[in-house]
């Protein structure tokens, strides 16, 4: 694949700060975290939809790069060229799609989530029992 321009990948980077503040470790390993978890869980999710916006975001860079060299200045476009260019404009449109969902539905998630306090080691103080109403006594 070709190099691609760093910032192709700015929102899957975001996501994946994101993450990472949430549960507060690297990326790499809450996915080594989540893989070892049989179940499925918010995490595993949550790395598993990182994952396929990188993708999305791999593939928006080399279908972007192809369409690039399929159309340079130097390039005469024949019938048969049409058809890749057509076919690559498809794959890019499938992945712009493919990204802003992904994208959506996670910064979604990722909005409704908020990183909890470590729970205190120490048990609560016992509540202090309020102290009895004072009764008013009449005097004739």
Do not use: W
Request: charged share 20%; net charge negative.
């Amino acid at each position: 694949m070709p190099p691609s321009d760093p910032s192709s990948h700015a929102v899957s980077q975001l996501v994946a700060q994101r993450i990472e503040a949430l549960f507060g470790q690297p990326l790499a390993e809450l996915e080594a975290l989540a893989a070892a978890t049989p179940e499925t869980t918010l995490l595993g999710a949550l790395t598993g939809t990182h994952s396929d916006l990188t993708l999305a975001e791999r593939n928006i860079a080399f279908q972007v790069q192809r369409l690039r060299e399929l159309t340079a200045p130097e390039r005469e476009i024949g019938p048969f060229d049409a058809g890749h260019i057509l076919d690559c404009a498809r794959r890019l449109a499938e992945s712009v799609a493919a990204r802003d969902a992904y994208a959506k539905s996670t910064s979604a998630v990722l909005g409704g989530l908020r990183r909890v306090s470590a729970p205190d080691t120490h048990p609560p103080a016992a509540p202090v029992p309020a102290a009895p109403a004072a009764t008013a006594s009449r005097t004739r």
